[in-house]
Nanobody, 120 residues
Framework: VQLVESGGGLVQPGGSLRLSCAAS????????MSWYRKAPGKERELVAT????????NYPNSVKGRFTISRDNANNMVYLQMNDLKPEDTAVYYC??????????????WGQGTQVTVSL
């Protein structure tokens, strides 16, 4: 099982980045996919989630209207489009996959993370 993130980097405030996550080794289309972030000294934060089949999305208020999560089930990819980036968006961003079934623990996988730095 692998989740490999890419697309991070240094961007100025107000700029945009698109993160990608390539998934392999599991039934991608059956998993809910999410992006989390972890900044130094802060708790890990869920920033976007998309369901497995319907493609419903959810975002916290901190990124709503600026971030967009999408998925390509044919190619086992999930994306995070980040616009109007702010210095407080600086963090390591992680791709996450989760599968739930009745009466069983959740099955989940994490990527290794990609650094996003928003600074002048």
């Amino acid at each position: 099982v692998q989740l490999v993130e890419s697309g991070g980097g240094l961007v100025q405030p107000g700029g945009s980045l698109r993160l990608s996550c390539a998934a392999s080794g599991f039934a991608f289309s059956s998993y809910g996919m999410s992006w989390y972030r972890k900044a130094p000294g802060k708790e890990r934060e869920l920033v976007a989630t998309i369901t497995s089949t319907s493609g419903n999305t959810n975002y916290p208020n901190s990124v709503k209207g600026r971030f967009t999560i999408s998925r390509d089930n044919a190619n086992n990819m999930v994306y995070l489009q980040m616009n109007d980036l702010k210095p407080e968006d600086t963090a390591v961003y992680y791709c996450h996959a989760a599968f739930w079934e009745p009466m069983a623990p959740v099955t989940e996988y994490w990527g290794q993370g990609t650094q996003v730095t928003v600074s002048l």
